[in-house]
């Protein structure tokens, strides 16, 4: 089975720092991946998404994530972070073959003005 | 946003009686998903489906029961509510590639005692 791991479970940063969020997967084959950000009280909204080509891909909000095959890594990154970032990040994996997404437990991202 | 309406958004009921919860599209997708999010946990799969009357069971399906008799329904049946069913419950559609995203409904609250 595939699974997920977002080793960062808390970070807290002052604005204008920059942001990475850790996130490796288990899976074999082909994969598809996503980051989705959830602001307090709200559902999950998708950022960006990575399933062929350029490795680094670039999403809404001035945010990046660089997928490294060789590390089964897809982190997540923002130059320079604001106060309106602060939410719950959520790398998901989906393999080429089945139905099902596979969700990381989340990173909370706290961001001081 | 997607069409997604998840009905009711807060609920609260008592060990032993059955709840249904509802997540209604109206994108005429293929896939619907029913999650629950708890702290530390992330967003856990309890079931999903691929088409009407067609589910599969996610990986904490325990408990819980589903059925979709038309496309743009998704009902989530707890047949005797325990209180560890405490939990906020996400529906998400997707659609047939496997390269798509999820978007998510806004979630039902629901409160067990």
């Known amino acids: 089975a595939q699974s997920v791991s977002q080793h960062n479970h808390h970070v807290i940063l002052s604005e204008a720092a920059s942001l990475e969020l850790g996130c490796n997967y288990s899976y074999g084959g082909t994969v598809n991946l996503f980051w989705y950000v959830q602001y307090p009280g709200q559902h999950l909204q998708l950022l960006l998404k990575?399933?062929?080509?350029?490795?680094l891909v670039k999403g809404i909000k001035g945010f990046e994530a660089e997928f490294i095959k060789s590390k089964f890594s897809f982190n997540l990154r923002k130059p320079s972070v604001q106060w309106s970032d602060t939410a719950e990040y959520f790398c998901a994996v989906k393999g080429d073959t089945g139905n099902q997404f596979y969700f990381g437990t989340g990173t909370s991202l706290t961001v001081i003005p | 946003d997607a069409g997604i309406t998840q009905s009711p958004r807060h609920k609260v009921t008592e060990t032993g009686t059955p709840v249904t919860l509802r997540c209604h599209q109206t994108e005429n997708h293929r896939y619907m998903y029913w999650y629950r999010q708890d702290p530390g946990h992330g967003l856990r799969l309890i079931h999903y489906s691929y088409g009407v009357k067609d589910t599969d069971k996610g990986e904490v399906s325990d408990g819980y029961s589903v059925s979709r008799s038309k496309t743009e329904d998704f009902l989530l049946t707890l047949e005797s509510a325990t209180s560890s069913q405490t939990s906020v419950y996400f529906c998400?559609?997707?659609?047939?590639?496997?390269?798509?995203?999820?978007?998510f409904g806004d979630g039902t609250r629901l409160s067990i005692l």
């Open positions: 990575y399933f062929s080509g350029d490795p």
């Open positions: 998400a559609i997707s659609e047939r590639q496997t390269n798509q995203p999820q978007h």
